[in-house]
């Protein structure tokens, strides 16, 4: 079913007559191939192309840390999955070094030029989403490269230049297309094809994308990542390829946007405090580490956890291998909640303060307590948003709306550094404007489509604004969920996850930390189990993977269930006992292409 299937679908009416959120899909879903999990000792790469970890493994093999590896898997990625992530967007970075947990924030930010009506028509109304998104106005400050390299500056083994090497390689000899790389060319090519020098890459003369083995050469971005390797990042944001940038953003031919070379110049990565939080599970004491905002991700997660622990439903939650209805029930009404919160409290913390003073109000155990008694057996009519300490709202709940792509990484290396990077460029193939310096060399990178996270209205009717409203130098808010879990009395780091799939992100993570932490499942068998999840809206379960009578029984709880493919991307590293000492055992999405690789 497509995309425009789907919002029709969900464009129905809620039991209290308001309009249910769109449902935000991830890129296309592109087949199911099964994955056997695999299991490793000293160290692990677990990515979305199999091309990607083994240039992450020969890195780690090098001698590499955990980081020098994500840059190689980085910069393939940038390659071989063009439609997800690169050097022409951003990155959350969560990384444990033995010692203390560390969120470096590469997320895009907005050009110095944009205001709050950014996404707003002649007559002050949001635009349609898709011509948003294939815009120059769509497009952030690239943040991916100077992040990675202020976190190699501190956690880096080897020279900067050598982790370019696989993908320079790549990018000079070829890679061959992929069968999902070649379905989502043809689902996008009235829009690619609409930018030249995407157009002359990705297509053959009669319009039709590259087969499926044809042998795709990157000669732009080779040199682009040759530059890179030698001047560092000023490469990327000054010079011949920042022009290139601004160019394309400000020359787009239907909606320019206002990049300049001096928010390139400009743009700094910053380095957070990670949101970490306890929590108890399956009598286990654990610590629960995720990225703080702008992302709601690691926010989403711990309430919806923290509401579950609360929830008699929560009993059995499986029965032959897959959810049960009072599980499903009790899950979706935790998530709506939590979703509320999200819409109405998260942005960048760098304009937006959180409620009660701090983030981790929001999962206070009284707090949490007091929205759990929201829960009951049916549907609740209405999640709202919470107050947490008694505070008053201040902003207006922002109007649900798309949200895509993106790319994971879960990473451990010798030395039990461990991480976790999700990085993207928004929708399938970002803005659909590939960045070239000089038409005579093929190829080139993706720019991001990351403004489109920002709501399109900045206001509601009584003119509150809302929080994640467009502001210049703002991050917008995402949903990205790379998340970290250790042993809360040894210190140890057990699990590294998370996945593309716009705000299906979290429940697509929420999913994998139960499966492994209360489940007792393998990472594959964990990423393995359908997908389910909601927006604040309907009930929406992985199409052909649940059985009528689950449908029904929910629908009989009052919630309106919609079946549809929900290709996530997962990714994660698990570290169990085995005999005296412990090995990782990794899974990937059978949805997608990625593999784990490691010694």
């Known amino acids: 079913m497509k995309r425009l299937a789907w919002i029709a679908l969900l464009g129905l009416l809620g039991a209290c007559g308001a309009p249910l959120p769109v449902v935000q899909q991830p890129e296309g879903a592109s087949g199911y191939t099964a994955k056997p999990g695999w299991t490793f000792e000293r160290q692990a790469v677990a990515a979305a192309h199999p091309l990607a970890a083994e240039a992450g493994v020969g890195i780690l093999r090098a001698g590499g840390s955990a980081v020098d590896a994500a840059i190689a898997v980085q910069m393939v990625l940038t390659l071989v999955e063009p439609q997800s992530s690169g050097i022409g967007g951003g990155a959350f970075l969560l990384h444990f070094d033995g010692q203390r947990v560390q969120a470096f924030d590469g997320r895009e930010t907005a050009p110095a030029g944009v205001d709050e009506n950014l996404f707003l028509d002649a007559r002050g109304q949001p635009r349609p989403f898709m011509e948003a998104v294939a815009s120059g106005s769509s497009v952030g400050v690239p943040g991916a490269v100077m992040m990675l390299a202020m976190a190699h500056r ?3 083994r080897l020279p900067w230049a050598r982790l370019f090497e696989p993908a320079i390689a790549l990018a000079e000899s070829g890679f061959p297309v992929s069968p999902r790389l070649h379905t989502l060319l043809r689902e996008e090519s009235a829009r690619l094809r609409m930018d030249p020098v995407a ?6 003369a009669d319009g039709q994308p590259h087969p499926v083995g044809h042998l795709l050469r990157n000669p732009e971005l080779a040199l682009v990542l040759r530059n890179l390797a030698v001047q560092g990042p000023i490469a990327f944001y000054e010079g011949p390829v920042a022009r290139a940038m601004v160019d394309k953003v400000q020359n787009h031919p239907t909606l320019p946007g206002r990049l300049s070379l001096e928010d390139l110049k400009r743009y700094q990565p910053r380095e957070r405090d990670a949101l970490c939080h306890d929590q108890v599970i399956a009598q286990r004491a654990l610590r629960l580490c995720g990225f703080p905002p702008p992302s709601s991700g690691a926010l989403a997660i711990g309430q919806i956890l923290g509401l579950l622990a609360r929830t008699p439903q929560a009993a059995a939650p499986l ?13 979706a009404e935790a998530s709506r909640l939590a979703f509320a919160d999200r819409a109405q409290y998260v942005a960048d913390p760098d304009f937006v303060p959180p409620p009660a003073g701090r983030w981790l109000s929001l999962l206070e155990p009284s707090y949490l307590d007091e929205r759990a008694r929201l829960m009951g057996p049916a549907r609740m009519r209405d999640a709202p948003a919470g107050v947490p300490d008694g505070q008053p709202l201040a902003w207006a709940p922002m109007p649900a709306q798309e949200e895509h792509g993106t790319s994971h990484i879960s990473i451990v290396d010798a030395q039990g550094h461990a991480l976790a990077m999700t990085t993207t460029i928004e929708s399938a193939f970002g803005a659909r404007l590939m960045v070239n310096t000089d038409p005579r060399r093929g190829g080139g990178f993706m720019l991001n489509n990351q403004l489109t996270d920002f709501s399109f209205s900045p206001r509601d009717a009584q003119g509150r604004p809302v929080a994640n409203r467009v502001e210049a130098g703002k991050r917008p808010r995402s949903s990205m969920s790379p998340t970290l879990v250790f042993d809360r009395t040894t210190g140890t780091p057990l699990l590294s996850t998370g996945s593309p799939g716009g705000a299906l992100i979290i429940h697509y993570t929420a999913k994998t930390l139960l499966g492994t932490l209360q489940w007792g499942l393998t990472p594959q068998e964990a990423i393995d189990l359908p997908n389910f999840g909601t927006l604040g809206g309907p009930l929406l379960l992985e199409q052909g993977r649940f059985p009528p009578s689950t449908v029904q029984a929910l629908r009989q709880r009052g ?14 590293l698990m570290r169990r006992a085995e005999g005296r000492g412990a090995v990782w055992s990794g899974g990937a999405d059978p949805r997608r292409e990625g593999v784990v690789q490691g010694n």
Do not use: I
């Not at 157009?199 to 053959?204: L, R």
């Not at 032959?320 to 599980?327: M, R």
């Not at 079946?563 to 991307?569: A, F, K, T």
């Open 154 to 156: 501190q956690h880096g």
């Open 199 to 204: 157009a002359a890459y990705f297509y053959q």
């Open 319 to 331: 029965v032959q291998g897959l959810p049960t209805t009072d599980w499903l029930h009790s899950y």
């Open 559 to 572: 919630h309106t269930v919609s079946e549809l493919p929900m290709p996530s991307g997962l990714q994660a």
